[in-house]
């Protein structure tokens, strides 16, 4: 369960780069720096990629996991 924490944790933080750089090239695109502008805009799209491509993986593991590898209770009797 830890291990589902750490990995949403780690999806989360890469989201959050992700909008500090595309905070950057708002900034950067008014102060006139297009080409810094332009890296931070491809910073952002690889962190948020990253961080999409994370979550989703991690959302279908868990959901194999639980429904797949965990043993359903074997007994019958339901209280």
């Known amino acids: 369960m830890w291990a589902a924490i750490v990995s ?3 999806c989360t933080l890469f989201g959050i ?8 090239v ?11 502008a332009q890296d931070a ?3 952002a799209k690889i962190f948020g990629l990253i961080g999409l491509i994370g979550g989703v ?3 279908v593991w868990w959901t194999f996991y639980f429904f797949v590898l965990v043993p ?3 007994g019958t009797h339901y209280y």
């Open 26 to 36: 708002s900034n950067k695109w008014q102060i006139g720096d297009y080409h810094g």
């Open 8 to 10: 949403l944790l780690c």
């Open 41 to 43: 805009a491809n910073k």
């Open 57 to 59: 993986l991690n959302a």
């Open 17 to 24: 780069i992700s909008l500090i750089f595309s905070l950057q």
């Open 72 to 74: 359903a209770p074997t």
